[in-house]
Each structure stands twice: as C-alpha cells, then as structure tokens.
C-alpha cells in the first residue's frame, strides 16, 4: 500500500501506510527511503532524519555498506543546507569510510563529492564548485543514475551562472530540467532541483526562463495535494513573476498565502520583500515600511526597496547610508547586480552623482559579462539615469530607448512605465514637448492601470504644469534648495528647513552650480530669477 501510493504521489496515505507497517513488523532500508523521502514531501523533517537513520542503520545491518553510504551523504547534504556544518561533516566521514575498502568505481562515490561542492557554494567559493560538480555528474552518467546527474548538474549550472557564465550555466540548467520534465528522477529530487533551478533564474533576473518553470513547478506542486515541502517557494516566486508582469494583486495573494503555510527563512523574507515592493509602488508606505521590517526580521536584505522608500519619504541620509551598508556587505556578482540599480536611483537622487557613475560602471560591467537582457536593461536606464543627472539629454534619450526596447520584449510593465517617464524629461529637456508628452502619457496610463499611485501623481503633476522637466535637468529637490538659496538663506539655515544634513545641502548646492553652470550663489541667484524658479 505504501509503495503504490507512493508511486501515484499520494504522500499522506503513504506515509500513513508505511508508519503503520513499521510499528507491526519494521521496514525494510530500502522502504525507510521512500518513508524519509515522503516525509520530505510533508515537510515534516523530524521524520525525514529518523528515516534516513534508520535507512542507514538497516544497511548496515544487511553488510550493504554502498547503500549505506549514499544514504549517510544524503543526511550529510541535508544537514549542511540547513547550515548544520559539524553533524553534516560527521556523516560525510561515516559515507567516507564505508567506502574506502571499495576498490571499483561505484555511484557513491559521486554522492560523497555533493557535500563538498554544497560546502564551498555555501562558503562564497564558487570556483572550487564547478569542478567538483562536474566530476559528480560525469560518475552520474557512467552509471546512469538520474537523480546524481540531476543534483551534480544543476549544482554546477548554478555555480556557473553565479560567476557570470550565465550561457554555460543556464544551458546546463535547461538540459536537467528535460530529465525533470520527463521525469526520470525521483520525487524528491525532482523538487529539489525544480527549486533550486528556479531559485537561479531569479537570483540571475533570467524573467523568461523564470516564467517558464515557475509555471511547470506549480502544475506539478497542482497535481500533488499532499504536498508541503515545495510549495511555500512556489508561491513566493511566483508572487515575484506576477509583480514582474505587472498583476500586483494577484502578486500580494500569492505571497500572502504563502504566509498563511507559516513559510520560514529566506521562503518567507522573500514573501515579505514582494509585498513591500507592491506596497512601496501602491503608495502605502506604512505597509511597505512593516513588510521591510518584517524581511530583515525573516532574515532577508530589505535593499534596495527599503532604501527606495526612504527616498520617496524624503529619508535621504538615511536611504544613502542604508544602499551603502548593503552593497558594503554584499559580494558576489548576482547579489550586487540586484542591488546596484537601486544604489543608482538612490544616488542620482540625492546628488552623489561621482558614486552613482561608479556604480553605473560596476553595473554595465557585469551587464557586459553575464549578457541578461534584465541586466542590460538595468543598464542601459541607469546609464539613460545619469545623462540625465549631467544634462545630457541626447546621450540620455539613447540609452532609455535602448531600455525601453528590452522591457518591451521582456514585458515588464512597471520597468517600461518608469523609462518612458524619463524619456519624456529627456525629450522636454531637448526642447521636444510633443514627444515629451507622448511618452508621460504613455507612462501615466501604465501607472494607473498598475495602481502606481506616486509615480502617477509625479507624472500627472508634470503633465498639469505643462513642463514636464525643470530647466538645466534639475531635480525637485535641487529647485527646492536653490529657491532658498536665491531668498538669501545659508546652507545651514536651509538643512534646518528641510531637515536635511547640512552636508547633504552642500552637495545639492554643488550640483546645482554644475548645471546652471555658474560658481556663486549670486550667480545662482540670477539664473534662478531670469527661469522663473525663485
């Protein structure tokens, strides 16, 4: 009975049938495997481990010492991705020496490498990874062993995207995911591997590869109504793609929901991180403000959102002390790729525009490596960004253009919303106000449609004045400050007004003398009357 249900993935009445035949006369090793492996499926990891030892155990007691040892790099593997290093290097030893008097090749021995490999991935040494997974899928396929070659496969394919060879690395991943489509492997692994893959795809922004398994994984989560153990990290991606694609409500259900299965750890702070994104661009910052708190507290990074909304708040200081600590504390090239577009609108909005170039820089670099559309067109508006920022209109409008054709393809709504914004100041910049409107437009009818209430408001207040963009490329913030500036008040004084740094005050000054072009305050004052902006 508990084998049958277990093959139709009727993962309660399995585990129900197996329990029951172990409490009136044992299980066999081979069963406590497909027990520990239904536990899995329950997400009840109590029962998983006492399966596996049991497994184990049972092996042992048989003289099958090969078994035993897949079985104890199996528990090794699973205790080291819950971070428990020194019981996961216990059990690498056990498999270790069960298999030293072996003197053939045998399948094993491509189980023992996994540890390893998980160990430097885990410990920021990608490097030594590909190797070593690499030789574990060659042992995988000499003996013909799906679930090996899916595990070492795509553990490689994930180290490769994580050092930039993202065509090497994702060709590798769509090659296991055939075998998991087809399904070769056990259940097990197939979701394992269905959520790591998955996992790569957004950590790398590949939003077409991302769409198609985050759909494959949630018929097959569909077709399993016992299921657990995978389908809080269904939901969570899936609220991403959803955001992505532009359906916010259905994005905050899906990542509600995944609330509601009480998902822990980075399932949850990604769940958290999607609402407050939705509520950051919905206009309720208070819940934004809560669901950032709520991702650092799963222990999640709450940046670039939470940096972006501070900024919207008018937090400038601390949106650029934040941004920083973030990137300071982040290495690896897909982490920082996800931060850095933020640390660009962050620092271009408040005047660093030396560091926002530095970091463009950093960005098209790794844009230039991986070869992502999204990193690409990241790139290409940030860069659009800082011509703006510099009062280049024209080198501006090419590289938006640029962006708006990639998010057209990749159909980001929100991201195609948000270039068309900045082309229209771009454009009225270049003293094109017809075509400056056509782009507002086009974005305000996007950012109704999506529900995003400030950036509809930004655009509509735009379009009301009839000026879409202020003379010299200067920022609401830099008028502000030069208005105060031109009525006599020192940079101190104006801090205290608008309670900001003083050395905040000090760089929007030195912007501001940059695009008018002047280098006193007199000077300032002059060009500020002569445009009307005092």
Known sequence: MGRAAYRDWQWVEAFQSFTAVEKASGLSPADYELLAATSYMLGDVPSLIEAQERAYTGYLDEGRPLPAARVALWVASGLASRGKFTEAGGWVERGSRLLE???????????????????????????????????AARIGREFNYPDLIALATHTQARALVALGQSTEGFRLLD????????GDCSPMVTGIVYCSVLEGCYEAHEIGRAAIWTDSLAEWCGAQPDLVAFN??????????????????????????????????????????????????????????LAYQETALKGGEPQPGLAL?????????????????????????????????????????????EEAASAVEELTT????????????????????????????????????????????????????????DLGRALAQMGDADGARV?????????????????AEEVTSALSSGDSEKPF???DREVEVLTKLASGATNRAIAVDLVLSERTIDRHVSNIFTKLGVNTRSAATATAIRNNLA
């Open 175 to 182: 090659e296991v995911m055939l075998s998991i489509i087809a």
């Open 366 to 421: 790794i844009a230039e490596k991986t070869s992502i559309d999204t990193h690409r067109g990241w790139a290409r508006y940030c860069s659009g960004l800082m011509a703006l920022a510099r009062s280049t209109p024209v080198e501006a409008a090419s590289y938006l253009r640029e962006a708006l054709r990639i998010w057209e393809e990749l159909g980001l709504p929100y991201e195609l919303a948000r270039v068309r914004r």
């Open 101 to 135: 008097p072996v003197d053939e090749p045998c399948m094993e021995r491509g189980y023992l490498l996994l540890p390893q490999a998980l160990r430097h991935m885990i410990s920021g040494e990608i490097e030594e990874v590909v190797p070593i997974a690499a030789e």
């Open 232 to 289: 809080d990290q269904c939901l969570a991606h899936r609220s991403e793609l959803l955001r992505l694609q532009g359906d916010w409500p259905e994005a905050l259900s899906e990542a509600q929901r995944s609330h509601q299965n009480h998902a822990r750890g980075p399932v949850a702070a990604q769940a958290h991180y999607q609402q407050a994104e939705i509520y950051r661009m919905s206009g309720d910052f208070k819940s934004s403000q």
């Open 439 to 455: 782009q507002l437009d086009a974005a305000l009818s996007v950012f109704n449609t999506l529900g995003a209430r400030p950036d």
């Open 309 to 353: 909304l501070q900024l919207r708040l008018g937090s400038e200081d601390a949106a650029v002390a934040s941004i920083r600590r973030a990137l300071l504390e982040t290495q690896g090239l897909l982490p920082r790729v996800r931060l850095l577009p933020g640390c660009v609108e962050v620092l271009v909005g408040t005047g660093h525009l």
């Open 473 to 475: 490329g200067l920022t």
